[in-house]
Nanobody
Framework: VQLQASGGGSVQAGGSLRLSCAASGPTFRTYHMGWFRQAPGKEREFVATIRMSVGTTAYADSVKGRFTNSRDNAKNEVSLQMTSLKPEDTAVYYC???????????????????WGQGTLVTVSS
């Protein structure tokens, strides 16, 4: 499984960005896809996840109501629409694939077997 994240950039507080993650793999539609982020000096934290088969989503409390996770199975792609961005959202964002699917929502980093390379989001005040 290969994951390619894109869409990061710089934005002012209150602005929006859309991240995308393209995935390879013949059974992509069976995965759970997640988004994590890591700010400088901090641990990587859960942001959102989506069950690819039915589109069920889950979010961290810090982004609930501001971020929307969606999927496009035809394109083997997931997206994270981020609105009302805050300076504390500044981080490198990673997409990840949980192919074992022991539970939902998978909020732990250890639930994910494959990771993309990360894309930087910078929110200025």
């Amino acid at each position: 499984v290969q994951l390619q994240a894109s869409g990061g950039g710089s934005v002012q507080a209150g602005g929006s960005l859309r991240l995308s993650c393209a995935a390879s793999g013949p059974t992509f539609r069976t995965y759970h896809m997640g988004w994590f982020r890591q700010a400088p000096g901090k641990e990587r934290e859960f942001v959102a996840t989506i069950r690819m088969s039915v589109g069920t989503t889950a979010y961290a409390d810090s982004v609930k109501g501001r971020f929307t996770n969606s999927r496009d199975n035809a394109k083997n792609e997931v997206s994270l629409q981020m609105t009302s961005l805050k300076p504390e959202d500044t981080a490198v964002y990673y997409c990840a694939a949980d192919i074992t699917r022991l539970t939902f929502p998978p909020r732990s980093r250890t639930s994910y077997e494959y990771w993309g390379q990360g894309t930087l989001v910078t929110v200025s005040s």
